[in-house]
């Protein structure tokens, strides 16, 4: 690893990238947090969720709609509407001529956004929403790029999503005096992770987990939390799976979140929150930065050079996010991914539950995503 430490790697980004900014440390650990969102995105795209996962929604509460909260990754049922083939000379491609090539049957809501899937400018908007309808939102992504097109595929999604996933990378900046610190936000992420799902927690006496779920007919059924989980994701039963949700946490930095020794308040609050809570490891992190920004192939090029055009000091929209990325570097990343994703999966540890693997998790998400939602949402 190039870097003993996400601590040190960020002090290498305060002097190399961020020296402009009045406040370097601080400007290269939100850069740090926006790569761990990256990471996550383009992880989940090597699983193929893609087809599945909206960027940055508001889920409500399970049994109290009137409090929402805003989630990173949701993954929801999802069916095909179209495929279609633009030529790359049509840019802007938007919301709009997206859906004056589909046949209006398959358009099932009326209001369109101003939403562009990729930009005059090439920025592509990942997980891009069109519309959204009382019947859920329409979301295109984009597929294959040829010599002379760009294929698209556009789904619907159901509102209620199977699986959210969360980034948490809180750092205690130096001198801080006010705001939200690190234990608070992790409080904040566990309250969201237990609240979603109709699938609650309780303690027992003896520090024991288990999960209350209310089944259609208004009794509540109850097992040991993590068997009940497993149970649920591999139920055919509407009444275990109609508003259940796998709430995963992602966290990184060492320095900030545990020793190697113990884990901290803030890691312990998340971890008995979160149905799977995992650490995007410092070797992991340091090799992403090393290999597609500070020193990459050349096929990785453009990831850097988004990278650097997005923290020059100077005005102008951030073009390298989980949400607005150029599409060269995010060409470049989903090769990357595809191609390394055996070792990306090697750059997690599973926190929680005890004894899992990543393998385990991409098996529970394909479970949830290959179930028959519209009869269970019925």
């Known amino acids: 690893m190039p870097y003993d430490s996400v601590d040190v790697l960020q002090r290498a980004l305060t002097e190399s990238v961020f020296h402009y900014a009045k406040d370097a440390k601080k400007a290269a650990g939100r850069a740090l947090g926006t790569l761990v969102e990256i990471v996550t995105f383009y992880l989940l795209k090597a699983w193929g969720f893609e087809k599945h996962t909206a960027i940055e929604r508001r889920l409500p509460e399970y049994g109290n709609p009137e409090i929402t909260h805003n989630v990173e990754f949701s993954l929801h049922p999802s069916c095909s509407l179209a495929t279609l083939s633009l030529s790359r000379s049509e840019l802007p491609i938007t919301a ?160 900030n979140w545990f020793t190697s020794e113990d884990h901290n308040k803030e890691l312990k609050v998340l971890a008995q929150s979160y149905d799977w809570l995992l ?8 090799e992403f930065v090393e290999r597609l920004l500070l020193d990459p192939e050349p096929r990785y090029r453009p990831v850097k050079r988004a990278f650097a055009e997005s923290y020059t000091g100077k005005r102008g929209r951030n073009v390298f996010t989980k949400v607005r990325i150029a599409l060269g570097a995010g060409l470049a990343l989903e090769q990357f991914f595809a191609s390394s994703l055996y070792a990306v999966e090697e750059w997690f540890n599973v926190i929680s539950p005890a004894g899992r693997s990543m393998a385990e998790l991409r098996h529970e998400i394909s479970l949830l995503a290959a179930r028959n939602w519209k009869e269970i949402l019925r």
């Open 96 to 255: 709009r001529k997206i859906a004056a090539l589909m046949e209006k049957s398959a358009w099932p809501c009326s209001q369109i956004k101003s939403t562009q899937l990729i930009s005059s400018g090439k920025i592509l908007r990942n997980a891009c929403a069109l519309c959204e309808g009382d019947k859920g939102m329409i979301v295109a992504h984009l597929g294959a790029v040829s010599r002379k097109a760009y294929r698209v595929h556009v789904h619907q999604f159901s509102s209620h999503p199977f699986a959210v996933l969360e980034c948490k990378r809180v750092g205690v900046e130096e001198g801080v005096k006010k705001g939200p610190q690190t234990i608070e936000k992790a409080k904040q992420g566990a309250y969201v992770a237990r609240a979603i799902s109709s699938l609650q927690k309780i303690r027992m006496s003896d520090g024991s987990v288990y999960g209350v779920l209310e089944l259609d007919d208004g009794r509540l059924r109850h097992e040991p939390y993590v068997q009940f989980v497993q149970e649920i994701v591999g139920s055919d039963d509407p009444a275990l799976l109609r508003n259940f949700i796998l709430t995963v946490g992602i966290v990184s930095n060492h320095g």
């Open 279 to 286: 650490f995007l490891s410092d070797a992991g992190l340091s």
